[in-house]
C-alpha cells in the first residue's frame, strides 16, 4: 500500500500533467477558432487593417487568458475531489493536501520564473563582460580591421569595483537618500495631517476623494502633467508652464523647474508626494478609526490638549500602521524610474540608482555592469525587507 506521501505525490504529479498538456491544447484551439472572426472584425474597426489586427489579438488574449485561468481551478479542482476517494478518511486527507497546491501553485511558478530566475541570471551576468580573445601563445587575436577581438568572459567582482569607484554611482546613491528622506516623509505628514483634518469636516469624504485621485494616474502619466506645470516657453506675458506664469508677474525668472541643477530634484520629488499622498491618507484614515474612543475620551477627561492627545494617545496606538506604510514608500523611492526618466532628467546631478542603470545599459552599451547595478539596487531593499518581516514575527509574537 502506498504512503500517504506516495500517494499526494503521485496523484499531484498527474494533476499538473494533465494541465501541461490540456491547458495549452485548449488556448491554441481557441487562438486558432477565434482567428477567424478577428479576420472577419478587421475592416469593421475604424483604424488601419495592422493597428487592427493587434487590437484584435490583444483582446483575444485577454479574454483566453482569463479563460484559461477559470478553466485551470475549475479541472485542478475537479480532479482533485474524483482522484481521491473522499468517502474514506484517507481521500479526504490527499484531497485536503492537495487544495492549496491548486492555488499557490502557479503563483509559485510566476514567482520563480519572473523573480527568483531573473536575480540569478543577472548575478551571473554580473561577473562576465568583455575580454580580449587570446590564440595558444597568449596573444590578442585581431579582426580584419586589425581591433583587437573580445569574447564574454568571467571577470569577477570586477564591475562592482568599477560602479563603486564611479561618480556617478555616487551622486546617484546621494540623490536616492535624499528621494528616501524627503519623499516618505512628506508623505506620512501630509497623509496623517489630512486624515486627522478630513475626519473633522462634513465634506472630508469629499476632500479625500480628490486627494486620493492621483493614485489612478500612472507615473509617466503624472510626469507628463507636472513636465507641463514646471515647463518654460511661450512669451514673456504667456507662459507655457502653470508655475512660471504664476511667478513671472512677481519677478521670478522662467526657467525649467525640474532642470535645476541638484533642486530639480525636489520637484521630482514633489510629483512622487503628490501621488502617494492619497495612498498615506487611506491607510492612516482606516487606522485612525480603529483607535479605541475611550482611550481619547479619557485623555480629554484629564485635560489633554488635542496635539498630546494625538501625539501620546492615537499616534502610539496607529505606530505599526506609519511602520507599514514608511516601508512601502521607501521601497517605491528606491524603484522609482518613471518619472526621472519621462521628464529626460538623466543628467548626472538628477541620477537616481535605477536610471543610472538604464543608462549604463544602454547609452553607454554595458549591459555587464548595469546588472551589477541591478543586484545593487536589489541588496539596498533586502535590509527593509528583513526589517519588515521581523516587525511582523516580533507583533504575532506580542499579539
Not at 487593417?49 to 490583444?58: D, E
Not at 522662467?254 to 535645476?260: G, I, K, L
Not at 489633554?304 to 501620546?312: D, E, G, I, K, L
Amino acid at each position: 500500500m502506498k504512503t500517504l506521501g506516495a500517494e499526494i505525490a503521485g496523484k499531484l504529479t498527474a494533476i499538473t500533467l494533465t494541465m501541461l498538456i490540456v491547458l495549452p491544447a485548449i488556448a491554441i484551439f481557441l487562438f486558432a477558432a477565434s482567428s477567424y472572426l478577428s479576420s472577419a472584425l478587421v475592416p469593421i474597426l475604424p483604424f488601419d487593417a495592422g493597428t487592427n489586427g493587434k487590437i484584435l489579438f490583444a483582446i483575444r488574449a485577454v479574454c483566453i487568458a482569463v479563460f484559461i485561468s477559470f478553466a485551470y481551478f475549475w479541472l485542478a479542482n475537479w480532479m482533485n475531489f474524483k482522484l481521491s476517494n473522499t468517502d474514506s478518511e484517507r481521500g479526504q486527507r490527499v484531497t485536503e493536501a492537495i487544495q492549496p497546491w491548486i492555488f499557490i501553485g502557479p503563483a509559485i511558478l510566476l514567482l520563480f520564473g519572473f523573480l527568483v530566475y531573473p536575480t540569478f541570471e543577472t548575478f551571473r551576468i554580473s561577473l562576465t563582460n568583455d575580454i580580449p580573445l587570446l590564440d595558444a601563445l597568449g596573444n590578442p587575436v585581431l579582426n580584419d580591421a586589425g581591433d583587437m577581438r573580445q569574447t564574454l568572459g568571467f571577470v569577477g567582482f570586477a564591475n562592482y569595483a568599477t560602479v563603486l569607484t564611479s561618480e556617478n554611482f555616487w551622486l546617484a546613491i546621494r540623490n536616492s537618500v535624499l528621494w528616501l528622506f524627503v519623499v516618505p516623509t512628506t508623505c506620512i505628514i501630509f497623509g496623517m495631517l489630512i486624515a486627522v483634518l478630513a475626519d473633522n469636516v462634513r465634506w472630508g469624504t469629499f476632500a479625500k476623494s480628490m486627494i486620493f485621485i492621483p493614485m489612478a494616474i500612472s507615473f509617466v502619466g503624472a510626469a507628463v502633467i507636472w513636465r507641463n506645470i514646471y515647463a518654460d516657453g511661450g512669451t514673456a506675458t504667456h507662459q507655457i508652464g502653470l508655475l512660471n506664469a504664476l511667478l513671472s508677474p512677481l519677478g521670478v525668472e522662467p526657467r525649467f523647474w525640474y532642470e535645476m541643477e541638484f533642486w530639480g530634484n525636489f520637484f521630482m520629488m514633489g510629483i512622487l508626494v503628490w501621488i502617494q499622498t492619497g495612498f498615506a491618507m487611506v491607510i492612516f484614515s482606516a487606522a485612525l478609526r480603529s483607535v479605541p474612543q475611550e482611550t481619547i475620551e479619557a485623555a480629554e477627561i484629564d485635560g489633554a490638549t488635542p496635539v498630546q492627545t494625538f501625539f501620546r494617545i492615537t499616534l502610539p496606538q496607529i505606530y505599526s500602521t506609519v511602520v507599514v506604510v514608511w516601508t512601502t514608500l521607501t521601497i517605491l523611492v528606491l524603484k522609482v524610474f518613471d518619472i526621472p526618466f519621462a521628464l529626460t532628467a538623466n543628467k548626472a546631478d538628477k541620477l537616481l540608482l535605477a536610471t543610472y542603470m538604464e543608462q549604463t545599459r544602454n547609452s553607454q552599451r554595458d549591459p555587464e555592469l548595469a546588472a551589477a547595478i541591478a543586484i545593487i539596487l536589489m541588496l539596498t531593499i533586502v535590509p527593509i525587507m528583513l526589517f519588515n518581516l521581523w516587525r511582523i514575527k516580533v507583533e504575532a509574537r506580542d499579539g
